[in-house]
C-alpha cells in the first residue's frame, strides 16, 4: 500500500510518517515549506494544496492518503487565505484523489467544529456544531466538502482528535513549559471537561480508520478519560514535579485582554502571547465520545494521562526543552 500524507511536517502527520516508515510502507509527501525531520525515504512533491498541478501530482500512483494540511488557528493570515488553505485546499485533495484512482482518504478534521459542548454532555460524532472561530469555520466546510465527495461515491473517513499532546508537540509544550516553570495561572475555575489523547494511541486509531472506517463517516479519536481542565494541570505539575497553586483567574477580564492583544499584535503581523483562541482549552468544553470509534473500528486507547504526560515531560527534559 503506497501512502501519501499531506502536512507530514506537523506534529500529527511527523507521527505517522514515522509510523508508515516502521512498517516498510511506501511513501509520499506534498512538502510546502517546511521539510520533514529526520532521515525518513520518501517521495516528495514540492508544492501547496491550493496548487491544482502539484497536488495531482502528489495524487498519482498512491493508494490512501492521510490528509492533515492546514492553516491553524494561530496562523496570521486572512480569513479569505483560511478558506483557500483549509476549505478548498480540501477540495483540491479530493479532487485530484479521485482523479488519480486513490482507494480511501483519511481527512483530518478538528474538534473545534463543535464550539463549546454543552455543560454534562460527551459529544458524538452527530453533535450540533457550533464553530466559534475562523479556523474551526473553515475546518467544517472542509468537513462538509468530505461528505459531498464521499455522497458521491469517494471513499473519503473524517477524523476528529480530541486534545492531542505527545513528544515533540510545540503546542502543548508551551502549556508544559509554564506550568513546569511555576509561571501559570489557571483561567475560569477549571470545570472545562476535555479529553486528551496520546499520539500513539491518534496513530493507532489513524490506521484503524485507513483499514476499517465506512465511507463518509466522522469518527472521534480520544482517550477514555473525561478530564477537568483542571486535573490535566494537576497532572502535568505532578509530572514536572511542582506543586500547582489552586488560584485562578475570571475569565471574562482576561478574554477582553486577550481580545485587545489579538488585535494589537496583527498589526505587525505576529502572533498575540494571549488570544481568544488559547482560551478555548479553559473555557470551551470538548468531552468526545469515542463508543463509535470502539464499535466499528475495534480502536482502544492504551495510554491514560497521567501516564502519558509522565512519559511526555521526561522526553522534553531529555531533549533539554525544559
Not at 511506501?26 to 520518501?42: A, E, K, T, V
Not at 472561530?133 to 468530505?146: F, G, S, V
Not at 475570571?250 to 498575540?272: G, N
Request: charged content about 25%; proline content about 5%.
Amino acid at each position: 500500500m503506497k501512502i501519501g500524507i499531506t502536512g507530514a511536517s506537523g506534529f500529527i502527520g511527523s507521527h505517522l510518517l514515522g509510523e508508515f516508515q516502521r512498517r516498510n510502507w511506501p511513501m509520499r509527501i506534498l512538502q510546502h515549506q517546511s521539510q520533514i525531520r529526520g532521515d525518513i525515504p520518501c517521495d516528495v512533491v514540492v508544492g501547496d494544496i491550493r496548487d491544482a498541478g502539484a497536488v495531482h501530482e502528489f495524487s498519482e500512483g498512491l493508494d490512501t492518503v492521510f490528509h492533515l494540511a492546514a492553516a491553524l488557528g494561530a496562523t496570521i493570515i486572512s480569513h479569505e487565505d483560511f478558506s483557500r488553505i483549509n476549505a478548498e485546499g480540501t477540495k483540491n485533495i479530493l479532487e485530484a484523489a479521485r482523479e488519480a484512482g486513490v482507494q480511501r482518504v483519511i481527512h483530518f478534521s478538528s474538534a473545534g467544529v463543535l464550539g463549546a459542548v454543552r455543560r454534562g454532555d460527551v459529544a458524538g460524532e452527530d453533535y450540533p456544531t457550533q464553530p466559534k472561530n475562523i479556523y474551526d469555520r473553515t475546518k467544517l466546510k472542509a468537513e462538509q466538502i468530505a461528505g459531498r465527495y464521499a455522497a458521491e461515491g469517494m471513499n473519503v473517513v473524517t477524523v476528529r482528535p480530541g486534545w492531542v499532546y505527545g513528544p515533540g508537540d510545540k503546542r502543548t509544550f508551551k502549556l508544559i513549559k509554564a506550568i513546569a516553570r511555576g509561571r501559570f495561572i489557571l483561567v475560569t475555575r477549571g470545570d472545562t471537561w476535555q479529553t486528551p489523547i496520546h499520539i500513539d494511541d491518534l496513530v493507532r486509531g489513524a490506521l484503524l480508520c485507513a483499514v476499517k472506517g465506512r465511507a463518509g463517516e466522522i469518527y472521534h479519536l480520544a482517550g477514555d478519560q473525561v478530564l477537568e481542565v483542571r486535573k490535566i494541570v494537576d497532572a502535568i505539575a505532578l509530572a514536572a514535579g511542582r506543586r500547582f497553586p489552586h488560584l485562578n483567574l475570571p475569565l471574562l477580564p482576561v478574554k477582553f485582554t486577550a481580545q485587545i492583544m489579538e488585535k494589537a499584535f496583527l498589526l505587525f503581523r505576529r502572533e498575540a502571547p494571549l488570544t481568544p483562541g488559547k482560551l478555548a482549552f479553559f473555557s470551551q468544553p470538548k468531552p468526545l465520545s469515542i463508543a463509535k470509534a470502539k464499535a466499528e473500528l475495534g480502536f482502544t486507547p492504551q495510554m491514560d494521562f497521567g501516564t502519558g504526560i509522565k512519559q511526555v515531560v521526561a522526553w522534553y527534559r531529555e531533549q533539554g526543552w525544559l
